[in-house]
């Protein structure tokens, strides 16, 4: 498996984690490293990922929210409101192309989530990019 789809995987389930404990993410990822070994480069874009969901977490809700204007996060399951946050700063902050942060998100939604996870995932995230062209073109 690459690195990268690694590390979104540990962001994801240390996300998950933290929001469920109400843990700070930083230290739930630093138990996580001490438990299991990953490579220099899993950690790095596993912290980069966490830190960044960290930092701008109020915008990336309200790109969610705004986006998904049926489904306010306080509905979504708790792993679909991590698995998009974490694509949503991918897509916003991140510098992935659009396409790999979509595909990596519904991967995760797919392996994490319910039935109608990566469907739910990829109408967000899609949204959220045509929002973002949109923008970026008026």
Do not use: C
Not at 14 to 36: F, G
Request: charged share 25%; no cysteine.
């Amino acid at each position: 498996m690459k690195p990268r789809r690694i590390a979104r995987a540990l962001a994801l389930e240390v996300l998950y984690e933290s929001e469920l404990a109400r843990r700070d993410p930083m230290i739930v990822l630093e138990r996580r490293l001490q438990e299991l070994e990953y490579s220099p480069e899993v950690q790095e874009f596993a912290r980069h990922l966490l830190q960044g969901v960290a930092e701008n977490r109020p915008v990336l809700d309200k790109a969610i929210e705004d986006h998904a204007p049926g489904w306010p996060l306080a509905q979504v399951a708790p792993i679909d409101a991590s698995i998009l946050r974490l694509a949503t700063f991918e897509l916003l902050y991140g510098g992935s192309p659009q396409k790999v942060a979509i595909n990596e998100a519904v991967e995760l939604a797919k392996r994490y989530g319910t039935d109608s996870s990566p469907r739910f995932v990829n109408g967000v995230l899609g949204a959220i990019v045509r929002g973002s062209q949109a923008a970026g073109n008026s």
